[in-house]
Each structure stands twice: as structure tokens, then as C-alpha cells.
């Protein structure tokens, strides 16, 4: 069984600066085979796939929203997936969670089951 832990969330104004963490782990996971993403959810919305990279690092997708702001990281030797997240917006204020995906699409569907994600709260 693999879980995923995410951390680095915090609160943080308009313009500032979060990376976030997430670690994989489990006696059958190797991250070199897995496209790895980060996922978001705002209260009363939909989760949304926000940001993904393949196994290789040599693709990555974005979400509109946050092209130019947010940049997807990995380091295989580490079981570890960052999001690096610049000039935060208030909207950007979610509950996020990564995971594991099949493919780098905007409807992306997790492979693992969710962590408890790791909270940005973005202040105006």
C-alpha cells in the first residue's frame, strides 16, 4: 500500500511565496514509474488537477490558472514531489493534495488514495 504525506501549506498574503512537499511511500512504489501531480479543493468546489509531471521530468502540465506561477518539481531518488508557488492569489487558497496519475490531463484521476493534503490559505 502507498501513501502520500503532504506539507508546507500555510497562510500567506497576496503575492507572497509557499513550496510545498509531498512524500511517497510504501514497500511497492517507485517513483521513477509514476507521473506525480498535485491536486486542489476549495470549499464548495470541485478537487481540480492543478499540476503534474511525468516520471521522466521531461513533460509537465499546468492548469491555467496557475501557468507562470506555479512550478512542478521532483526528486526520484527521494520519493519527493514539490509545488513551488509564487505570487499567490487569494483564489489560490485550497486544500492541497498530491498524488499519482496515469496521465498529465485536466481531468487527471488520482492512482493512490488521498492524503490528508496540506492547507494554503492566501490572504488578501
Known amino acids: 500500500q502507498v501513501q502520500v504525506a503532504e506539507s508546507g501549506g500555510g497562510l500567506v498574503q497576496a503575492g507572497g511565496s509557499l513550496r510545498l512537499s509531498c512524500a511517497a511511500s510504501g514497500r511497492a512504489f517507485n517513483h521513477y514509474n509514476y507521473n506525480m501531480g498535485w491536486f486542489r479543493q476549495a470549499p464548495g468546489k470541485e478537487r481540480e488537477f492543478v499540476a503534474g509531471?511525468?516520471?521522466?521530468?521531461?513533460?509537465?502540465y499546468y492548469v491555467t490558472s496557475v501557468k507562470g506561477r506555479f512550478t512542478i518539481s521532483r526528486d526520484n531518488a527521494k520519493n519527493m514531489v514539490y509545488l513551488q508557488m509564487n505570487s499567490l492569489k487569494p483564489e489560490d487558497t485550497a486544500l492541497y493534495y498530491c498524488?499519482?496519475?496515469?496521465?498529465?490531463?485536466?481531468?487527471?484521476?488520482?492512482?493512490?488514495?488521498w492524503g490528508q493534503g496540506t492547507q494554503v490559505t492566501v490572504s488578501s
Open positions: 498524488n499519482a496519475v496515469a496521465s498529465l490531463v485536466p481531468h487527471a484521476s488520482p492512482r493512490f488514495d
Open positions: 509531471m511525468s516520471s521522466g521530468s521531461s513533460y509537465t
